[in-house]
């Protein structure tokens, strides 16, 4: 039987008094563990090989229960366990990261959101293709590295956290930092400012800022901390560190919270705007949490060089709200806003509209 057909069957067998919402015990737990306590839902902690004592250190975030598994394939073995619990996963990146995009697709379990896009965004030339024909202006791309005229960013695919990504101003920069074995993509490197924009799209509420048959909202933005581009600065030029054997890097450490100047905001939402226009003209369309990350340049023009259609952990610092959420509502953080979607939708017998 086709997936989709079986969760959508899974998804009428269950109580729907008792959902409850299971996912990771990692990236964004604590602030969806929270958020779906506040909701009124049950918790479920999926814990692959991974310490939770620290949850006892943050009890109101604590899941009321933890599923142990030695691995992921483990998850897909025993997901009859977490049908038998009437679980909703919701995804995050390192969820869907540790697992792999071909398991968790297959995982046959209702989970929050539309699988499809797993397919458009683990790969960086289909984000490409969704974002540049949504009309969203992306850095330059450089197909061959001879073309190197500019400083650019050389990326691996699927690379975590922005591992071994590096710097090159030309073809033998290029050379020297290149490891052939593995699929990259050059980028034109883009100066200016970081902005992580955090997203959500709900296909069932009828009001606010009306997209396609539903509503697109912004809770929050914040910028990341990369080590050790974010210090290297303090110790001099980069060109001399290079003779030094210091090259940067972009491992992200954690998140800051920001804010934007209010005139950027109608074009903040244009872009989520077209991006969910695409979505839904390509595969369905993308439901609820999702960043664009953008880099905003003097002349104020916004540059996309990547989307996470998940909730993203630069959401973390809003756990009691935003300066924008609290537009919408007090202490709506992300987290919280999933459960918020899944119980409407509960209650309104809309679920199959969210989950897949
Ligand atoms: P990504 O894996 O695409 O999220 O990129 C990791 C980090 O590299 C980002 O958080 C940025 O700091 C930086 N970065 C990515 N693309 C660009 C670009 N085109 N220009 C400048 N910096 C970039």
């Given at each position: 039987?086709?997936?989709?057909?079986?969760?959508?069957?899974?998804?009428?067998?269950?109580?729907?008094s008792?959902?409850?919402i299971?996912?990771?015990?990692s990236?964004?737990?604590?602030?969806?563990?929270?958020?779906?306590?506040?909701?009124?839902?049950?918790?479920?902690?999926?814990?692959?090989?991974q310490?939770?004592?620290?949850?006892?250190?943050?009890?109101?975030?604590?899941?009321?229960?933890f599923?142990?598994?030695?691995?992921?394939?483990?998850?897909?073995?025993?997901?009859?366990?977490?049908?038998?619990?009437?679980i909703?996963?919701?995804?995050?990146?390192?969820?869907?990261?540790?697992?792999?995009?071909?398991?968790?697709?297959?995982?046959?379990?209702p989970?929050?959101?539309?699988?499809?896009?797993?397919?458009?965004?683990?790969?960086?030339?289909?984000?490409?293709e969704?974002?540049?024909?949504?009309?969203?202006?992306?850095?330059?791309?450089?197909?061959?590295?001879?073309?190197?005229?500019?400083?650019?960013?050389v990326?691996?695919?699927?690379?975590?956290?922005?591992?071994?990504?590096?710097?090159?101003?030309?073809?033998?920069?290029?050379?020297?930092?290149?490891?052939?074995?593995?699929?990259?993509?050059?980028?034109?490197?883009v100066?200016?400012?970081?902005?992580?924009?955090?997203?959500?799209?709900?296909?069932?509420?009828?009001?606010?800022?009306?997209?396609?048959?539903?509503?697109?909202?912004?809770?929050?933005m914040?910028?990341?901390?990369?080590?050790?581009?974010?210090?290297?600065?303090?110790?001099?030029?980069?060109?001399?560190?290079?003779?030094?054997?210091?090259y940067?890097?972009?491992?992200?450490?954690?998140?800051?919270?920001?804010?934007?100047?209010?005139?950027?905001?109608?074009?903040?939402?244009?872009?989520g705007?077209?991006?969910?226009?695409?979505?839904?003209?390509?595969?369905?369309?993308?439901?609820g949490?999702?960043c664009?990350?953008?880099?905003?340049?003097?002349?104020?023009?916004?540059?996309?060089?990547?989307?996470?259609?998940?909730?993203?952990?630069?959401?973390?610092?809003?756990?009691?709200?935003?300066?924008?959420?609290?537009l919408?509502?007090?202490?709506?953080?992300?987290?919280?806003?999933?459960?918020?979607?899944?119980?409407?939708?509960?209650?309104?017998?809309l679920?199959?509209?969210?989950?897949?």
């Amino acid at each position: 039987m086709a997936l989709r057909n079986k969760i959508s069957e899974i998804l009428d067998s269950y109580d729907k008094s008792k959902i409850a919402i299971a996912t990771l015990c990692s990236h964004s737990s604590l602030q969806i563990f929270y958020g779906a306590r506040r909701e009124g839902f049950r918790t479920i902690g999926l814990a692959v090989n991974q310490k939770t004592k620290f949850y006892d250190a943050f009890p109101l975030a604590k899941p009321d229960e933890f599923i142990r598994f030695e691995s992921y394939d483990e998850i897909l073995e025993r997901a009859d366990e977490l049908v038998d619990r009437n679980i909703i996963i919701i995804p995050h990146g390192s969820f869907v990261e540790y697992m792999g995009t071909e398991k968790f697709e297959k995982l046959p379990v209702p989970t929050f959101g539309n699988r499809a896009v797993l397919q458009w965004e683990s790969d960086r030339e289909k984000q490409r293709e969704w974002l540049v024909s949504a009309g969203v202006e992306m850095p330059k791309k450089i197909s061959d590295a001879k073309e190197i005229d500019r400083p650019v960013l050389v990326k691996y695919h699927g690379a975590k956290g922005g591992r071994g990504f590096f710097i090159a101003k030309d073809y033998p920069d290029f050379k020297l930092g290149i490891d052939e074995s593995q699929p990259y993509t050059i980028q034109e490197y883009v100066l200016g400012t970081r902005y992580y924009l955090h997203y959500f799209y709900s296909p069932i509420k009828k009001d606010g800022y009306r997209v396609a048959e539903g509503s697109l909202e912004l809770l929050s933005m914040d910028r990341r901390d990369e080590s050790n581009i974010d210090e290297m600065y303090k110790l001099g030029a980069q060109e001399e560190l290079k003779k030094l054997g210091l090259y940067p890097t972009f491992v992200v450490t954690g998140n800051v919270p920001v804010v934007i100047r209010e005139s950027l905001l109608p074009k903040i939402f244009d872009m989520g705007e077209r991006v969910i226009n695409r979505s839904i003209e390509l595969f369905g369309g993308m439901i609820g949490p999702f960043c664009l990350e953008t880099i905003v340049t003097d002349k104020l023009e916004f540059k996309v060089f990547e989307i996470s259609s998940r909730i993203v952990a630069g959401t973390n610092p809003f756990i009691s709200g935003s300066p924008y959420s609290d537009l919408i509502e007090p202490e709506l953080s992300t987290g919280r806003r999933i459960s918020r979607e899944i119980k409407i939708a509960r209650d309104r017998g809309l679920l199959h509209k969210i989950v897949s």
